[in-house]
């Protein structure tokens, strides 16, 4: 069982940047491939990137993300992050992270461990 923990959501202004955070506790963070989710009121869940577990680490973007948004982690602490710049008002949404063992994937339904996710509102 993992347990998932999101923070850093706020309110900021169009062009400003915001920085969440995911905190993991359970079992062995390693193995987990790990995603960053969002859904915003009357709309499915997208994705918005992912990472792979093994030292590699290669990271997945959406292309409405891509260049903008970065997706890390560090297993030491068991977190992941996603830092956001140039953000937009259509980037306001619940921000969710995601957890599963094997392949990162940008399928929601393929992540079994969600956090309860975090408010992200830009402003114009």
């Known amino acids: 069982q993992v347990q998932l923990v999101e923070s850093g959501g706020g309110l900021v202004q169009a062009g400003g940047s915001l920085r969440l955070s995911c905190a993991a506790s359970g079992r062995t963070f390693n193995n987990y491939a790990l995603g960053w989710f969002r859904q915003s009121p009357g709309k499915e869940r997208e994705f918005v990137a992912c990472?792979?577990?093994?030292?590699?680490?290669?990271?997945y973007y959406a292309d409405s993300v891509k260049g903008r948004f970065t997706i890390s982690r560090d297993n030491a602490k068991n977190t992941v992050y996603l830092q956001m710049n140039s953000l937009k008002p259509e980037d306001t949404a619940v921000y969710y992270c995601?957890?599963?063992?094997?392949?990162?994937?940008?399928?929601?339904?393929?992540?079994?461990?969600w956090g309860q996710g975090t408010q992200v509102t830009v402003s114009s």
């Open positions: 990472i792979t577990w093994n030292s590699g680490r290669t990271a």
């Open positions: 995601a957890a599963r063992t094997g392949y990162t994937s940008s399928y929601a339904g393929d992540y079994v461990y």
